[in-house]
C-alpha cells in the first residue's frame, strides 16, 4: 500500500513535470484559446499623446489580450490559454517565449482545515507565481479545498472566489493524514523549488525540512506563541489596528470590504517567495519565510503606530470629522480627496466665493470648521454625475474619487483600454471577466489560465 | 547587508508611499538605494510630517524616517540639464528605477525608460502610477483615498444601508499594498535581467492593485447582474455572525462566530474588553480587541517584525515577513535631504572636489530645500 503510494507521488511528480513541458511549449508556439473564446475586443485606438517611453521600437505596447479560459470541467486541457509573449521582442520574432517564472516549481499545500482567512492569503501568492509561468501544484485534502464552497459563488454554484485564486495551477487530492500522504508530497517537495503551507500545519516539519523553501503563512508573530488560537480575517483586520481607523469616532470600527488582510498576506508572500527564489539563483542559500497576517495588517496600518509615538496620541476613525469625505452626488457617491497643494486648485473648482474665507486659509483652519466646509462643498455635488465629477476635478488636477462597484467596472474605459479584465470562457454564461495580475511587463499582461477542477484533481491522486 | 539583492543598485525616484517603500523593501533585501530628490522637489514625506519650523525640519518627518531607511540620498535638481546628465550616467551603474511621479514627467526630463535604456539595457524600470502608462485616464492623479473610491474597495466598505467609506488619510489602503506587490515584480524582473541582460519596463496602476484585491466580486459581478454590491458592514459571505462588540469598559472587540448567538451584545456588554475576548477565546471562538495605535507600540510580541529603531533610536517601519525567522536590522537611518551626494558621485562616477564643487556651486546639487510646502 504505501510502497504503490509512493509510487503514485512519483507519477503524480512525472504528470506534472509533463503537462508543464507540454503547457510551456503551448505557450512557446503562442496558441491561444480555441477560437470561440477569442471574441475579445482589440485595443482601441491609442491616444494620440501618449509621450511614455512605450513608443513602438523602444518596446512593445500590449497586444490586443485578455484571453483567459476558465472552468476546467468544460475546458479541457487543451483550452489553456496562451499567456501573451511577454518578453518578445518583436525585432526578434524567432526568440522563444517565456513566462519570467517558468524555470520554477512551487508545491502549495492546502492542510487540513485552518481558517479560510489563511488559506486566501496561501492560495494568491500562488495564484500569482502561477500566472508567471511557474509551475504551481496545489495539493488539496480528500473532498477539495474548502474555498471550492465559498462564496461568492457563481450562477453555477462554483466559487468565484476558487476561481479567481487558484488560476493557472495544477492541483492533487493527497490524504496527509495518512503516511503515504506525507510520503508522496515528501517526493514532490524533494523536486520543488519552494512549498507555501499554512500554519498549523501537519506537515510543517516535512515542509521545512525538504529540498523547497518553505514559504509559511500564519495569523500571528512567533512571538505571540499564538498557532493554535481562534482566528478570523475580522478579527487580524481588528487587532492589526485597521478597524481602529475606519468608521464614525462615536459608532463601531469597520472592516475592510473583501479579503484585503488575506489579500495584502499574499502579495506579501509572493515578494518574500521572489526573494527566496532570487537567493536560490544567486547560489545563495534561500532564507525561510514566514508571513503572519497580524503583522501585514500592522505594517499595512504603519501610520497608526507611527502617529501614535510621533504624538502621543494615536490617530483614529473620524467619519464626519474627517478632511477626507464620502458626498453623495446625481448618481451616487464622491470621495472628496485633495492634498495641501492642491487646495487652492479645489477652491477654484467649487468656486464659491464662501471658501476664500480666512477660517479656511490652513490645513488647521479647515480641520477645525470640518463641518462648515462640508456645508460649503456638498451642494456642488448633489446636482452632478459621477463623470462629470471626476472629470472636471481632474482637468484641475484635484484627485477626487468617483466611488464605483465592481459590476461598474466590468464597462470601466480605463480598464477596457488597457484589457485589465480577462475574458473567461463558459458553458451557460455571456461575458465573465477577472482581472489579471495588475503589472504590464513591456506592455504585455499574464492572462489566467483557468483553476483546476476537483475531477481533475481526484483523477491525478 | 546580506541579502537576496546585493549587488542590485536601484535608483529610487519614488515619492511617499507608492514608490519609496517599494525600493524601501528592496534596500531591506540588500540592494543598494539610493534616493533622488531636489532642493526643488523634495519628498512630499517631509513636509507631510513636519514637526517643526526650525532649520532642518525637513530631516525630521516621522513618516518620511519610517519609509526611507536603509537608503542613501541624492539630491540633484532634475530640471538642470546636467542633473539630468548625471542621473543618465548613474543609470549606467544602476540595476533598477523605481519612480511614482504622474506619467509624463521624467519623460520630459530626458529621463523615461526610452532614455535610460539607452544608457543601460539592462536596466529594469518600474513606473508605479495611479491608472498605468497606457489608456485615457493616464494623466489622472490620485492620493491614497481616491483609489478606495475608483477601484471598487468604498464600494463595499461601510455601514449596513449607508453611504460607502474611504480607508482616509490615515491609511491610504491603495497606497500601502502596492508597494507589497510591486517589489515581488521587481525581484522577479531583476532574475530575468540577471539571466537574459535584458531588462523591462514594468508598468504598475495601483488603481488595479487595488482592484485586483477584489478579483471574485469582480467575476461574480460579470456572471450575475443582480449580484448584491452595497457596503457589507462587518459581514461576510459565509460567515453566520460577526462585527465588533462594545465592552464594559466601553472599548470594541471583534469576534466571529460559528453558530448565530443573538446574546453576544449582552455578553460583551457585560465584561471589561480583555475578559470578554479571554472568555471568548476559550470557548474555541475567534475574538481580538479593536487595537488602537498606543496598544500596538506598546506590545511587542504582537507587533513581531513591523517595528524597529533606527541607529538614532527613532521608531521605523520594519517587514511585513520574517526571513529566517528575522526581522531586519536598519543599517541606516533615513538620508538627510542630500546627505550622500558627494559620497555617490565619488565613490560610482569617480567625481573630485572640483567637479563636486561646480555642481555645488551652479545649484545642481544641494542640502536645502528651494520650498517650504508642497
Known amino acids: 500500500m504505501t510502497g504503490s503510494l509512493l509510487d503514485s507521488g512519483e507519477v503524480i511528480f512525472a504528470l506534472w513535470s509533463a503537462t508543464n513541458r507540454v503547457l510551456q511549449r503551448r505557450l512557446s508556439s503562442d496558441l491561444v484559446c480555441r477560437p470561440s473564446f477569442e471574441t475579445v475586443a482589440t485595443r482601441p485606438p491609442q491616444d494620440e499623446d501618449f509621450a511614455g517611453p512605450a513608443n513602438a521600437s523602444a518596446y512593445e505596447r500590449r497586444a490586443p489580450s485578455g484571453r483567459a479560459c476558465i472552468l476546467p470541467g468544460h475546458a479541457p486541457s487543451d483550452s489553456v490559454a496562451a499567456s501573451s509573449n511577454i518578453f518578445d521582442d518583436r525585432t526578434v520574432p524567432s526568440e522563444p517565449l517565456s513566462l519570467p517564472l517558468a524555470r520554477f516549481t512551487l508545491v502549495e499545500v492546502n492542510d487540513r482545515p485552518v481558517a479560510p482567512c489563511l488559506r486566501l492569503a496561501t492560495s494568491l501568492a500562488g495564484k500569482i507565481a502561477a500566472d508567471l509561468g511557474a509551475a504551481v501544484l496545489k495539493i488539496e485534502p480528500p473532498g477539495g479545498d474548502p474555498v471550492r464552497r465559498m462564496p461568492p459563488l457563481l450562477p453555477t454554484g462554483e466559487s468565484a472566489l476558487f476561481h479567481f485564486l487558484n488560476t493557472s495551477k495544477r492541483s492533487v487530492v493527497l490524504d496527509l493524514d495518512s503516511e503515504s500522504g506525507r510520503a508522496s508530497l515528501q517526493r514532490l517537495l524533494g523536486k520543488a523549488d519552494a512549498v507555501l503551507f499554512e500554519e498549523p500545519a501537519s506537515v510543517a516539519s516535512l515542509a521545512r525540512t525538504s529540498r523547497a523553501t518553505p514559504i509559511e503563512i500564519a495569523a500571528f508573530p512567533v512571538e505571540m506563541d499564538a498557532a493554535t488560537r481562534p482566528v478570523s480575517e475580522l478579527v487580524l483586520q481588528a487587532l492589526g489596528g485597521l478597524m481602529h481607523m475606519i468608521g464614525e469616532p462615536a459608532r463601531k470600527p469597520l472592516k475592510l470590504g473583501g479579503h484585503q488582510a488575506s489579500y495584502a498576506a499574499g502579495l506579501t508572500a509572493f515578494t518574500g517567495l521572489a526573494a527566496a527564489l532570487a537567493a536560490r539563483e544567486a547560489g545563495q542559500r534561500a532564507p525561510a519565510v514566514r508571513v503572519s497576517l497580524a503583522e501585514v495588517v500592522q505594517w499595512v496600518n504603519w501610520k497608526a503606530a507611527s502617529g501614535a509615538a510621533a504624538t502621543g496620541a494615536s490617530p483614529g476613525r473620524e467619519g464626519r470629522n474627517s478632511e477626507f469625505q464620502v458626498v453623495p452626488c446625481r448618481d451616487g457617491h464622491v470621495a472628496v480627496v485633495y492634498t495641501l497643494t492642491q487646495w487652492p486648485a479645489l477652491r477654484r473648482l467649487i468656486a464659491d466665493p464662501r471658501l476664500e474665507d480666512p477660517r479656511f486659509a490652513t490645513r488647521a483652519g479647515r480641520r477645525q470648521h470640518i463641518a462648515a466646509l462640508y456645508e460649503i462643498l456638498t451642494p456642488w455635488f448633489a446636482d452632478k454625475s459621477r463623470e462629470e465629477i471626476g472629470r472636471t476635478a481632474q482637468a484641475k488636477g484635484v484627485p477626487f474619487g468617483p466611488i464605483f462597484t465592481p459590476a461598474e467596472l466590468l464597462a470601466n474605459e480605463q480598464y477596457l483600454a488597457r484589457s485589465f479584465l480577462a475574458e473567461v470562457a463558459h458553458p451557460t454564461a455571456d461575458r465573465l471577466l477577472m482581472p489579471q495580475l495588475p503589472v504590464q511587463w513591456n506592455g504585455r499582461s499574464f492572462a489566467p489560465r483557468p483553476a483546476p477542477s476537483l475531477e481533475q484533481a481526484e483523477l491525478a491522486a | ?374
Not at chain 2, 514625506?45 to 540620498?73: E, H, I, L, Y
Not at chain 2, 513606473?127 to 471598487?152: C, K, Y
Not at chain 2, 513591523?306 to 533615513?334: C, F, H, M, Q, S
Request: proline content about 4%; charged content about 25%; overall charge negative.
Open chain 2, 1 to 374: 547587508m546580506k541579502g537576496p539583492l546585493n549587488g542590485v543598485r536601484v535608483l529610487d525616484f519614488g515619492l511617499l508611499t507608492a514608490g519609496a517603500n517599494t525600493s524601501a523593501m528592496l534596500a531591506d533585501l540588500g540592494a543598494d538605494v539610493i534616493k533622488i530628490e531636489s532642493g526643488a522637489y523634495i519628498d512630499p514625506f517631509r513636509v507631510v510630517g513636519k514637526m517643526d519650523n526650525d532649520d532642518g525640519w525637513w530631516n525630521r518627518s516621522p513618516p518620511f524616517r519610517f519609509t526611507n531607511r536603509n537608503k542613501r540620498g541624492l539630491a540633484l535638481n532634475l530640471k538642470d540639464p546636467e542633473g539630468q546628465r548625471v542621473i543618465r550616467e548613474l543609470a549606467k551603474q544602476c540595476d533598477v528605477v523605481v519612480e511614482n511621479f504622474r506619467r509624463g514627467v521624467l519623460d520630459r526630463a530626458g529621463l523615461g525608460y526610452a532614455a535610460l535604456k539607452e544608457c543601460n539595457p539592462r536596466l529594469v524600470f518600474a513606473a508605479i502610477s495611479s491608472q498605468g502608462d497606457t489608456g485615457p485616464e493616464r494623466m489622472n492623479v490620485s492620493f491614497g483615498s481616491t483609489l478606495d473610491a475608483t477601484s471598487g474597495i468604498a464600494s463595499i466598505t461601510g455601514y449596513e444601508g449607508e453611504e460607502p467609506r474611504i480607508s482616509g488619510m490615515d491609511v491610504n489602503y491603495p497606497d500601502q499594498i502596492v508597494s507589497l506587490f510591486a517589489t515581488g515584480i521587481v525581484i522577479t524582473a531583476v532574475m530575468e535581467a540577471r539571466r537574459s541582460g535584458k531588462g523591462c519596463f514594468l508598468d504598475f496602476s495601483q488603481r488595479e492593485v487595488a482592484s485586483f484585491t477584489l478579483g471574485e466580486e469582480i467575476l461574480a459581478a460579470a456572471a450575475d447582474p443582480a449580484y448584491r454590491l452595497t457596503p457589507r458592514d462587518n459581514g461576510e459571505a459565509g460567515v453566520v455572525q460577526q462585527d465588533a462588540y462594545r465592552c464594559a469598559d466601553g472599548r470594541w472587540i471583534a469576534v466571529t462566530l460559528d453558530s448565530a448567538d443573538p446574546s453576544l451584545d449582552a455578553f460583551c456588554a457585560a465584561r471589561d474588553s480583555g475578559a470578554a475576548v479571554a472568555a471568548l477565546l476559550a470557548r474555541g471562538i475567534a475574538a481580538a480587541p479593536c487595537s488602537d495605535g498606543s496598544e500596538l507600540l506598546a506590545d511587542g510580541a504582537l507587533a513581531g517584525a513591523t517595528l524597529v529603531r533606527d541607529e538614532n533610536g527613532w521608531l521605523v517601519k520594519g517587514l511585513p515577513y520574517r526571513l529566517d525567522g528575522r526581522g531586519i536590522t536598519i543599517e541606516r537611518a533615513a538620508p538627510e535631504l542630500g546627505q550622500h551626494t558627494d559620497e555617490i558621485l565619488r565613490e560610482l562616477l569617480g567625481y573630485g572636489d572640483a567637479e563636486l564643487a561646480r555642481l555645488k556651486d551652479s545649484g545642481v546639487t544641494s542640502t536645502t530645500p528651494a520650498i517650504g510646502d508642497v
